[in-house]
């Protein structure tokens, strides 16, 4: 490796270290920046001695480059067939973000779901379809839980809380779905939890505040959850709120649609109100809605309900 191109990699090294440590998890790479940091590998590569013992080259990610664009750090292997797994320094690659096996084609035997999920995950980290978001935010928040869950939660787009920790519902709202979840009986480690937007909603000029997602972020993003939900195959699907419903099935009216099952793709979608909804709210009526809900849920799934259960929230007398 040439002492110039050693000094670029150790400069380029530092930057990125200083941008981790504040927090940012992907970096926009122009094509330019792509194409001289291989330079000097490709020639090293041509080497006999090195190139013999030089490791395959990883695909991190399974889309084929698109140098029109800019790519996050996640993807720059797929730029430059030089640059491999040795040369890539490890800090590049976040310590939860290792690699992940090559995509699965859809029409493959049902397999390992988390390792689809894992490649349908390395996708939508690299994704900057939408230029303001993918300049924005901290995170992509893919979803979290159980790839071989029975139930699954859909909200509308991460906030604040949920762009820092790159996890979904875990802010105040998160905490109100996260309390359901366990009066259920169940866990975030056992249910699945998803978003129509991955992206934090940007709000410029403004350093908290949430916005609704837009018609366009929503098609442009919803594509993910549809093969996330193809993936885990739930038997049941929970929609949070308008923003969900719409998202999933295109229609409006929660509060005339909640509590009464739809259906997603052959899968029961039980529409319901949204967390944050209820915190605002305050309203012990619509919790109470929002609990017989679940109450549905759980009984169209089979799960044990208790009489303790069953009395939540019900009048007395
Ligand atoms: N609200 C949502 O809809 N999703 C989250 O992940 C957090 C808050
Ligand atoms: N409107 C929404 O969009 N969501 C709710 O949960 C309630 C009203």
């Not at 490796?1 to 122009?30: C, D, I, N, P």
């Not at 978001?133 to 949920?162: C, H, I, K, T, Y």
């Not at 909804?277 to 799960?303: I, P, Y």
Request: with cysteine; net charge positive.
């Amino acid at each position: 490796m040439s002492r110039e191109y050693r000094a670029l990699l150790e400069a380029t090294l530092g930057h990125l270290r200083e941008l981790k440590a504040r927090g940012v998890r992907h970096v926009q790479v122009s094509p330019e920046v792509i194409e001289t940091l291989s330079r000097p590998l490709a020639i090293r590569r041509e080497t006999p001695s090195t190139s013999a013992t030089a490791p395959p080259a990883t695909q991190v990610s399974p889309e084929p480059p698109d140098r029109s664009r800019s790519a996050p750090i996640g993807i720059i292997a797929t730029s430059a067939p030089a640059l491999t797994e040795a040369d890539r320094p490890p800090s590049l690659l976040p310590a939860n973000e290792a690699v992940t096996p090559s995509p699965v084609s859809p029409g493959m035997e049902p397999g390992d779901k988390a390792a689809r999920l894992a490649a349908l995950r390395t996708r939508a980290l690299a994704c900057v379809k939408c230029a303001h978001l993918a300049a924005s935010r901290r995170n992509v928040v893919f979803g979290v839980g159980n790839p071989n869950a029975r139930l699954m939660f859909v909200g509308e787009a991460p906030g604040m809380d949920e762009d820092f920790q790159g996890e979904p519902f875990v802010g105040k709202a998160g905490e109100l779905l996260t309390r359901i979840i366990q009066t259920m009986g169940l866990s975030r480690e056992t249910v699945y939890i998803a978003n129509i937007l991955k992206c934090r909603p940007d709000t410029p000029g403004q350093a908290t505040g949430n916005r609704k997602p837009t018609p366009q972020e929503m098609r442009t993003c919803v594509p993910f959850l549809h093969e996330q939900i193809a993936i885990i195959q739930p038997d049941a699907i929970v929609a949070l709120g308008g923003t969900a419903l719409e998202g999933l099935l295109g229609t409006g009216g929660i509060s005339r649609l909640r509590g009464k099952w739809q259906t997603y793709r052959g899968i029961p979608l039980m529409p319901t109100f949204h967390p944050a909804f209820l915190l605002h709210q305050e309203s012990l009526a619509n919790k109470r809605l929002v609990w017989e809900d679940m109450l549905q849920v759980m009984e169209r799934l089979g799960l044990p309900i208790s009489e303790k259960q069953r009395a939540y929230f019900q009048r007395p007398g």
